[in-house]
């Protein structure tokens, strides 16, 4: 895999586990914030 890519899924990885730890604390708008951005993420690494 290309290092760019792997920089993609690298930070999509860091921005699901922000979601789920806002998702954990109720902050259900920035949940869905980095949910959305993880998912642009990763599929800009594909």
Same mark, same amino acid.
């Given at each position: 895999?290309? &290092?760019?890519?792997?920089?993609?899924l690298e !930070?999509? &990885?860091?921005?699901?586990?922000?979601? @789920?730890i806002n =998702?954990? !604390? &109720?902050?259900?708008?920035? @949940?869905? =914030?980095?949910? !959305? !951005?993880?998912?642009? &993420?990763?599929?800009?690494?594909?």
């Amino acid at each position: 895999m290309r &290092k760019e890519a792997l920089r993609w899924l690298e !930070q999509a &990885k860091i921005d699901f586990k922000s979601a @789920t730890i806002n =998702f954990e !604390q &109720k902050v259900y708008y920035v @949940t869905s =914030f980095l949910s !959305q !951005q993880a998912v642009e &993420k990763a599929l800009k690494a594909i």
